[in-house]
């Protein structure tokens, strides 16, 4: 089955510095990936998504890429804000079921 | 549009108790999915639905857990008996088709501590 791996566990950087998260996934297969914020207490949200036939997609500040060759997918979100500060969760869907990173907690310093 | 409802939004119990928990999808949705959340941890997937049939319910603990969506409409989830490793915050989301490659739209989840 798909197993969707994340790093780093935690990221600190600092105001209106760039912020990358990864993900491996080892479905061939997959060919959806969608990125989730989640506040501290509050629910996961869209943020962004990408399908396998497209290599990069941006929105404002943030964007994603993937690498099918590779099997891997980053986002990146730029010019970080106080706002930013979640939990973001990867994941990759193949067939019917999104199966999800373990999250990263970006933490922005002012 | 109304969001995914969820109730109740806190929950105490002691092991070996029982609980419920409530979900209204979005109106109009056919998928619908319960997550168990712990803390510190990413989402994972208990069951699955597809209007009133069960898509995926693998990673359920069919010992303890059940769930139901009779109507293809709202869903219950019940835990008898809870254990102290059900501590977790239960999310409930909802999306319009199928195939787990579309937007999952989430519900404020319950907390359930079990003492």
């Known amino acids: 089955g798909e197993n969707v791996e994340q790093h780093p566990s935690t990221l600190s950087v600092q105001e209106g510095d760039s912020a990358v998260i990864k993900c491996t996934y080892s479905d061939s297969a997959s060919n959806y990936f969608p990125w989730y914020k989640q506040e501290l207490g509050k629910r996961p949200q869209l943020i962004i998504d990408i399908r396998s036939n497209v290599g990069e997609k941006k929105d404002q500040r943030i964007a994603v890429t993937l690498n099918k060759t590779a099997k891997h997918f980053s986002l990146h979100i730029t010019e970080t804000q106080p706002e930013d500060s979640a939990v973001y969760f990867c994941?990759?869907?193949?067939?019917?079921?999104?199966?999800w990173g373990a999250g990263t907690k970006l933490i922005i310093k002012p | 549009e109304a969001g995914v409802a969820q109730s109740p939004r806190y929950k105490i119990i002691e092991k070996r108790q029982s609980v419920a928990f409530w979900c209204n999808p979005i109106?109009?949705?056919?998928?619908l999915y319960w997550y168990q959340q712990i803390l510190g941890q990413g989402p994972k997937l208990l069951i699955q639905?597809?209007?009133?049939?069960?898509?995926?319910d693998s990673q359920l603990p069919k010992d303890r857990f059940s769930a139901e969506r009779l109507k293809g409409v709202d869903s219950t989830l019940k835990i008898q008996p809870a254990k102290l490793e059900d501590s977790a915050v239960y999310l409930c989301a909802s999306s319009f088709r199928p195939g787990g490659q579309e937007t999952q739209y989430f519900g404020p989840g319950t907390r359930l501590l079990v003492l």
């Open positions: 639905f597809q209007n009133n049939g069960v898509v995926d």
């Open positions: 109106s109009g949705h056919a998928t």
């Open positions: 994941a990759a869907s193949s067939n019917y079921q999104l199966i």
